[in-house]
């Protein structure tokens, strides 16, 4: 079988590069040249652990292959999979879909024989519907189903996501689409991986629908820490207290900054879009945006507080700038909030993040890059940080006290053992944690 994946982008050449580990006959296919060029070198465009290993081993097995040739790759192809880009359109918040009907329309084009056309990229309700007719309309004897099949890729974790993953869903109408997408996936089922089978509107809705409850779970703990602060109470524990009831779960409990990233942002937007678009009351969701769009504003002025009224020039050490770990994705990351709301205090800004640093001078600007923590920490009054790394985890308050000139340590993450600080004489502040004092 003849799986051809249109993007090379995050969600396609991950999801192509497992198809091709399955041991299919995979190509990637994309318009930018340079980027095919660069793959076709093993240079990956995107950080995710494991990922440049895997694209070297099938391309040297021969089932990975990248090209610009879009005609030959669909017409050769027994499953066509669209993993194109569906970024929040500028000015009214809706999913773009111009390079997904784009797309099509390049499918439509070029179909010879039976085909499923696949959305792996997340779009709203009725998107499947919309692909088809722009199909039939263009090639009206092509022969075809379209399938939605939402990824739920966690960044810095995409390939044991992919491999061994909670669910797969599958939006189709007919039995011989739901039989090609079945071989497919075949390995899964000898893992006894959930697969789902639904309609096509209800598996677009669920990409929505799991993000956005996601979002919400986030936004809820981020809140709960806040009341901790006020009544002196420990976030941890109650995070970890309601997450051991089962039918909560202790994942997204972990507050911190407000989330970021490529999916949260644009798909709680997209499905406020949707719900009001069809007069259907959203209105927990879109609390949630603007919630947490608020959260970063409020995170910064909480660090400026901290700092007291003497903060003009103060140094400020932040280590971690991506939107999460294990990942260069700078998307919606809480620093590009912040980092600017320090910055017109004239407070003096360091940062390091372990993978990040080239996207981050990409959109920061008069900021003091450092290549490492130690030189990040160098005769600083104060330590944030905003992504946990594991290598942060790890820091003790007599390494700090090498290269820090202040005892202020900002933890928006909760990345650092407390009690390793206790009478260290850094005064550490934690989210919805009690303060521990430097005495």
Not at 203 to 228: F, T
Not at 384 to 413: A, C, Y
Request: hydrophobic share 40%; charged share 25%.
């Amino acid at each position: 079988m003849k799986i051809t994946m249109l993007g090379t982008g995050y969600v396609g050449l991950v999801s192509g590069t497992c198809f091709s580990e399955f041991g299919f006959d995979v190509c990637c296919v994309d318009k930018n040249k340079e980027k095919i060029n660069n793959l076709e070198k093993n240079i990956i465009p995107i950080y995710e652990p494991g990922l440049e290993n895997l694209v070297k081993k099938n391309k040297d097995a021969n089932r990975l292959t990248f090209s610009i040739d879009i005609k030959k790759n669909i017409a050769d192809a027994d499953v066509v999979f669209i993993a194109v880009g569906t970024p929040a359109r500028r000015g009214d918040g809706h999913a773009d879909l111009s390079y997904i009907y784009e797309a099509a329309e390049e499918i439509a084009k070029n179909l010879i024989g039976y085909t499923v056309v696949v959305t792996k990229s997340t779009v709203p309700v009725g998107t499947g519907n919309k692909i088809k007719n722009i199909i039939k309309k263009i090639n009206p004897k092509a022969k075809f189903d379209v399938v939605s099949n939402p990824e739920f890729l966690r960044e810095g974790n995409a390939i044991e996501d992919f491999m061994r993953p909670d669910r797969v869903v599958v939006g189709c109408e007919t039995e011989k689409a739901k039989e090609v997408i079945s071989k497919i996936y075949k390995p899964l089922y000898l893992i006894e991986t959930p697969i789902f089978f639904t309609d096509l509107k209800t598996a677009e809705l669920i990409k929505y629908a799991a993000n956005a409850y996601l979002a919400v779970k986030i936004s809820y703990i981020n809140q709960m820490a806040d009341l901790c602060e006020k009544v002196g109470a420990d976030v941890h524990d109650v995070s970890k207290g309601i997450g051991l009831d089962k039918r909560i779960g202790s994942k997204f409990l972990h507050p911190g900054p407000g989330y970021g990233g490529s999916c949260f942002p644009k798909d709680t937007q997209a499905l406020v879009k949707t719900a009001n678009h069809y007069g259907s009351n959203i209105s927990i969701v879109e609390n949630v945006i603007n919630f947490n769009a608020q959260r970063k504003i409020d995170m910064a002025e909480k660090i400026i507080s901290i700092l007291g009224k003497n903060y003009t020039n103060k140094k400020v050490s932040i280590l971690g700038l991506a939107f999460k770990p294990e990942t260069d994705d700078m998307r919606e990351s809480p620093c590009l909030d912040i980092i600017p709301k320090l910055q017109e205090k004239n407070i003096q800004i360091s940062a390091f993040d372990p993978v990040a640093i080239d996207e981050a001078k990409k959109l920061l600007k008069n900021i003091q890059f450092a290549d490492s923590i130690e030189d990040c920490l160098n005769n600083s009054d104060a330590l944030v940080i905003l992504t946990e790394w594991n290598e942060f985890r790890s820091l003790s308050p007599e390494r700090l006290k090498q290269h820090m000139k202040g005892n202020i340590l900002i933890d928006l993450r909760n990345a650092l053992n407390p009690d390793s600080f206790f009478g260290s004489g850094f005064n550490l502040i934690q989210i919805g944690r009690p303060k521990h004092s430097s005495q």
